[in-house]
């Protein structure tokens, strides 16, 4: 069982970076520090908002997974 959740957590954590990666592609650096403030409060539709929204889900199931790591 150990060994099961183990490898969940690792492909977990490759499809997180994927989708994370994914997101950011478009945004620039100066954004990240409010250079370009029009970015930050625009509306998601089609599929940035279901990476947006999956990111959330699986970063939710990623902790669940790493707490179900550690008690074993």
Request: proline share 0%.
């Amino acid at each position: 069982m150990d060994t099961v959740l183990t490898i969940i957590m690792i492909l977990l954590s490759v499809v997180l970076m994927i989708v994370v990666l994914l997101q950011t592609k478009g945004s620039s650096f100066s954004g990240a520090f409010g250079g370009d403030s029009g970015s930050i409060y625009r509306t998601r539709r089609g599929f940035e908002k279901t990476l947006f929204q999956s990111t959330i889900v699986l970063s939710v199931i990623w902790v669940i997974f790493a707490i179900l790591v550690s008690f074993t």
